[in-house]
């Protein structure tokens, strides 16, 4: 039965649970994860968050049990993989959770990311360009550490995308070569990048509880949009959550025992080789729409532009919201651009793996030209969507010219199925 006042869920508390309300320590674990207000209505799209925890984690954990075997040296970061795979008990399944763990959790971050830019979490600013950083130092770390088995695939991907900084005006070279700690990749890159891939994850999980206190501050959203009750974090929330973790694990394993190297490129199961080039050299698959971005232009310091812009334009989404409402639920334009948008940046993903000429050359121009037209037109359809619904548009005098009654309901449309939806949900909970 719904309660008739949700926040004495919030508020309520004897005995056992007045401890963790008033211990310092406690206290500040039971404000954000045990009495937290949550919107009651929260479907599953927000179990990412969540999910993403977990993963990031997972991967701190399975991470440090790989550097205790791994040795950064090229001349035997290739056997350590080998070694760590045949010979240390269970290395073999910390590996593959290690390597698969890392798709999953841009799987579920890019998720993450199309939720929010479906349902409006921009509008917390602060909260939304703390998780754009997080996707760029996830970007980084990932990077770094597909460098570290040392294959013919990752030593010819950092050579080329570490490259990519000599277009920097003035200083681009100096800067690749410090990067490289020397002239070509070499040793002292190897270990540069294994220790910046062993400390940046520390340092995103403090860059993770700022988003969360951002995130706490002013409330998750809703499908909705629209403020509604208020229910604490747990129980309801964390058996969801729980669910949502044994179903991503399940899957995970599935893909560990089963088809452990679905993800990875055979090219890298060759240990890297500088006199032979790989006839088609690619990124891990995560990072293929910006590569496709990257290729779509023919100049390299504009293409390099367009690559950075493809990640960076993610700031400056709180600033092309032009709509009266929060998020894309109210309008049917834009929701049909966004599912648009998605399938793009799925298409802009395979045309990335494809090889460099015609016609996925123009292809991936085409679609790069729709992925950033989404970020402009977006916006616009926003605008227009709402002007059909004012009163002093040209669409509302247009429809009051059919008919009265259609005018009045045009101007109350969004109004009332917005209460229509929320006393539906309310009478089926006290049912």
Not at 152 to 171: D, E, G, H, R
Not at 306 to 323: D, K
Request: proline content about 5%.
């Amino acid at each position: 039965m719904w309660l008739k006042d949700p926040q004495s869920l919030l508020s309520s508390g004897c005995g056992k649970m007045a401890v963790r309300k008033q211990h310092k320590l406690l206290s500040v674990f039971n404000q954000n994860l045990v009495d937290l207000p949550c919107p009651a209505n929260l479907s599953a799209a927000w179990n990412f968050g969540s999910l993403l925890g977990v993963f990031l984690l997972s991967q701190i954990m399975t991470g440090v049990l790989l550097a205790c075997h791994f040795t950064p040296s090229s001349d035997a970061a290739f056997s350590s993989i080998i070694h760590i795979m045949r010979d240390v008990q269970y290395g073999w399944i910390i590996r593959l959770i290690h390597a698969n763990g890392a798709s999953f959790f841009f799987m579920f971050l890019y998720a993450h990311i199309g939720r929010g830019l479906y349902y409006g979490s921009y509008f917390s600013w602060a909260g939304w360009n703390v998780g754009v950083v997080l996707l760029l130092m996830s970007m980084s770390i990932a990077f770094s550490g597909y460098v570290l088995p040392w294959g013919q695939m990752s030593y010819w991907a950092a050579t080329v995308i570490i490259n990519m900084f000599s277009a920097i005006p003035f200083f681009g070279t100096d800067v690749v070569e410090w990067m490289w700690g020397g002239y070509v990749v070499c040793d002292a890159t190897l270990k540069r990048f294994f220790v910046f891939h062993f400390i940046m994850p520390l340092v995103m999980v403090v860059v993770v509880c700022v988003h969360l206190i951002f995130l706490h501050e002013v409330g998750a959203s809703n499908p909705l949009g629209v403020s509604t009750y208020m229910l604490p974090f747990h129980p309801y929330y964390t058996w969801k959550d729980l669910v949502g973790v044994v179903v991503a694990w399940f899957w995970l394993s599935v893909v560990c025992f089963f088809m452990p190297y679905v993800f990875m490129d055979p090219t890298n199961f060759f240990p890297a080789n500088p006199m032979k080039t790989p006839p088609h050299i690619q990124p891990e698959w995560y990072f293929l729409f910006a590569y496709s971005v990257l290729r779509a232009v023919p100049n390299k310091a504009g293409g390099i532009v367009a690559l950075v812009l493809s990640v960076v334009i993610l700031f400056f989404v709180p600033f092309l919201h032009w709509g009266k409402f929060r998020g894309l639920a109210f309008y049917p334009c834009c929701r049909v651009f966004f599912w648009c948008f998605v399938c793009n940046f799925m298409f802009l993903t395979w045309v990335g793996s494809m090889d460099v000429k015609e016609p996925f050359i123009f292809a991936g121009q085409v679609s790069t030209c729709i992925y950033f037209g989404y970020f402009v037109l977006a916006p616009i359809l926003m605008v227009v969507e709402d002007s059909l619904f004012n009163p002093s548009s040209f669409g509302f005098l247009f429809r009051r010219m059919v008919g009265s009654e259609s005018g009045s309901m045009a101007v109350n449309y969004k109004s009332t199925l917005v209460n229509s939806v929320l006393s539906s949900f309310f009478k089926s909970t006290e049912k």
